[in-house]
């Protein structure tokens, strides 16, 4: 008998879960991922990619596949996936633990200046020239292509494809972590003077804060969404206990 668990990754805070579930006897892990990075990092334990088509679909998915524990360790700023697992939880009575690391908060030397939205960072950057560092998923740069005035350098795991109708931006791909000594050159190199950062937590994407303090640049820090009130951990390790406990209680009771 295996407790059987579904991870919502998507960050590495899953795989590292992962990582230490891998190899146990008693469980059976199954890491979900959006499917929205084109080469995705390995992962050490099966995976399935792709929405699953709402609440309702994500419901039947734990049903058919006799889920025990559904651990929500996406991103914290995946707020709808975080909403339907909740909601598909509830409805189908599977344990659910959300792993969400802490957010960053701004220490002596930081210039932050917080907004409720990508929108609304985009809006703050004001009518004169910026040279704007956007460290945004894809999906998120829409609301600058309404502002061609400014110069953007934009870094992002995948290409930005098509690129922003703007007439001043540069791309990086590349991959976290980051370091701070790079990200100082980074920003240097190209004269940024504003950095556009969602509140993510995490050490792996952190640099690029720290660098803007070091550089003494002002930062518009996206506000995290709200996400639903369901039981939560901060980290691996204590996420790990939850399975324990979950895997131990089904042991118990002989199911
Ligand atoms: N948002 C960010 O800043 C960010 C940053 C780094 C990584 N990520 C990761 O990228 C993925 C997508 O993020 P998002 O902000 O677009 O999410 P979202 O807006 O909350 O979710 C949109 C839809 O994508 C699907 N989805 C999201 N996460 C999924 C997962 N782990 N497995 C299967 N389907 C998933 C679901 O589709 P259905 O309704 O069809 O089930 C969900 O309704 C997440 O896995 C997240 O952890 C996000």
Not at 207 to 219: E, S
Not at 226 to 250: F, G, K, N
Request: aromatic residues 4%.
């Amino acid at each position: 008998m295996t407790t059987r668990l579904l991870i919502l990754g998507g960050t590495t805070e899953a795989r590292r879960l992962a990582e230490r579930l891998a190899d146990r006897d008693d469980l059976t892990v199954t890491l979900s991922l959006a499917g929205r990075t084109l080469d995705p990092v390995k992962m050490p334990v099966p995976v399935r990619s792709g929405g699953f088509g709402g609440v309702a679909r994500l419901a039947a998915y734990l049903t058919e596949n006799a889920v025990d524990g559904l651990i929500d360790a996406t991103h914290p700023f995946a707020a709808q996936m975080s909403r339907h697992a909740a909601e598909a939880a509830a409805a189908t009575g599977v344990s659910l633990l959300a792993l969400r690391r802490p957010a960053w908060e701004a220490v002596e030397g930081d210039r932050w200046t917080e907004v409720g939205s990508v929108a609304e960072a985009a809006a703050a950057l004001g009518e004169g020239r910026r040279r704007a560092f956007l460290a945004l998923g894809r999906q998120e740069l829409a609301p600058f292509e309404a502002l061609p005035q400014h110069a953007y350098l934009i870094r992002s795991v995948d290409p930005v494809e098509p690129p922003l109708a703007v007439p001043d931006a540069v791309y990086v791909t590349a991959r976290g972590p980051f370091g701070v000594e790079a990200d100082v050159r980074l920003l240097a190199e190209h004269r940024i003077d504003l950095v556009v950062s969602k509140n993510a937590g995490g050490e792996a994407s952190y640099a690029k804060i720290a660098a803007a303090r070091r550089l003494g640049l002002p930062v518009l820090m996206v506000r995290r969404p709200a996400v639903p009130d369901v039981p939560a951990v901060a980290t691996v390790e204590e996420a790990l206990a939850w399975t324990d406990h979950l895997a131990a209680s089904r042991a118990k009771r002989g199911v």
